[in-house]
C-alpha cells in the first residue's frame, strides 16, 4: 500500500465528452505527478504540481488541466475526449526535497475507455 | 530527449533462477533512477530508488545497479520465485521529480 488512492477505478466515456479524475495524495506528501500509460506501453509524463502550482509539464495538449488542492489532492481534467485517450492514468505523489530526488509513489490508477 | 530501453522485453524462466533485467538510457545527466514493478492492469510499484551517487541499491532478493557515465542499469532478481512474475520498468529522473520510462520488461516465473 502507497497511500496514494485515486478514484474512480474504471470509467467508460464517449468521444467528445468531458472527465474529471481524482488522487489522493499519500500523507505528508506536498507534489503530485500524473502519468498516462497506453496499453504495453512505459507510463507517460502529463504533469506535476507543486503546492498548488504546475511545476512542469509534458507533451500534451492543453485539453489536459490539472489542480492541486491546499490538502494536496489532485483532479486531472481531460476536455474533447479523443479515442486514444484510452489509457491507464497514474498518480505518484511524493515529497518534494530542495536536494536530490524523491521517491514517487503510485496509485492503482483510473482505466479510462473512450469509445 | 531521454529515451530509455529495457531488454529483453519479455522473460519466462524457471522458478529458482537468477535474473538480471537490463535497462539502458541515452541521457547520462541525469539525477537518480527509480526501477518499479506493474503487476497486470495494476499501479505501479516502488522497488528501489538509486540515488546519482550511489552505484548500487539492495532490498531483499533485489540488487539494482547504475552507470551513468554508460548509461545503464541493471536489476538483478535472486532465486526467483512465481510471485515475481509482472511487469518491471526502470525510470531514470529528468529534474527532481520527472520520471522518464522504458515499456518494461514482462516476466513470467514457472514453478
Known amino acids: 500500500e502507497t497511500g496514494v488512492t485515486q478514484s474512480p477505478t474504471h470509467l467508460i466515456k464517449t468521444r467528445g465528452q468531458q472527465v474529471t479524475l481524482r488522487c489522493s495524495s499519500q500523507?505528508?506528501?506536498?507534489?503530485v505527478s500524473w502519468y498516462q500509460q497506453a496499453l504495453g506501453q512505459g507510463p507517460q509524463f502529463i504533469f506535476q504540481?507543486?503546492?498548488?502550482?504546475?511545476?512542469g509539464r509534458g507533451n500534451f495538449p492543453p485539453r489536459f488541466s490539472g489542480l492541486q488542492f491546499p490538502n494536496y489532492s489532485s483532479e486531472l481534467n481531460v476536455n474533447a475526449l479523443e479515442l486514444d485517450d484510452s489509457a491507464l492514468y497514474l498518480c505518484?505523489?511524493?515529497?518534494?526535497?530542495?536536494?536530490?530526488?524523491?521517491?514517487?509513489?503510485f496509485g492503482a490508477g483510473t482505466r479510462l475507455s473512450v469509445l | 530527449k531521454q529515451e530509455v530501453t529495457q531488454i529483453p522485453a519479455a522473460l519466462s524462466v524457471p522458478e529458482g533462477e537468477n535474473l538480471v533485467l537490463n535497462c539502458s538510457f541515452t541521457?547520462?545527466?541525469?539525477?537518480?533512477l527509480q526501477w518499479f514493478r506493474q503487476d497486470p492492469g495494476k499501479g505501479l510499484t516502488s522497488l528501489l530508488l538509486?540515488?546519482?551517487?550511489?552505484r548500487e541499491q539492495t532490498s531483499g532478493r533485489l540488487n539494482a545497479s547504475l552507470d551513468k557515465s554508460s548509461g545503464r542499469s541493471t536489476l538483478y532478481i535472486a532465486a526467483s520465485q512465481p510471485g515475481d512474475s509482472a511487469t518491471y520498468l526502470c525510470?531514470?529522473?529528468?529534474?527532481?521529480?520527472?520520471?522518464?520510462f522504458g515499456t518494461g520488461t514482462r516476466l513470467q516465473v514457472f514453478p
Open positions: 500523507s505528508g506528501h506536498n507534489t
Open positions: 525510470a531514470p529522473f529528468e529534474g527532481t521529480d520527472k520520471l522518464i
Open positions: 541521457d547520462s545527466a541525469i539525477y537518480n
Open positions: 505518484a505523489s511524493s515529497l518534494f526535497k530542495r536536494e536530490g530526488t524523491n521517491i514517487q509513489y
Open positions: 504540481y507543486y503546492r498548488e502550482e504546475e511545476n
Open positions: 538509486i540515488q546519482s551517487s550511489q
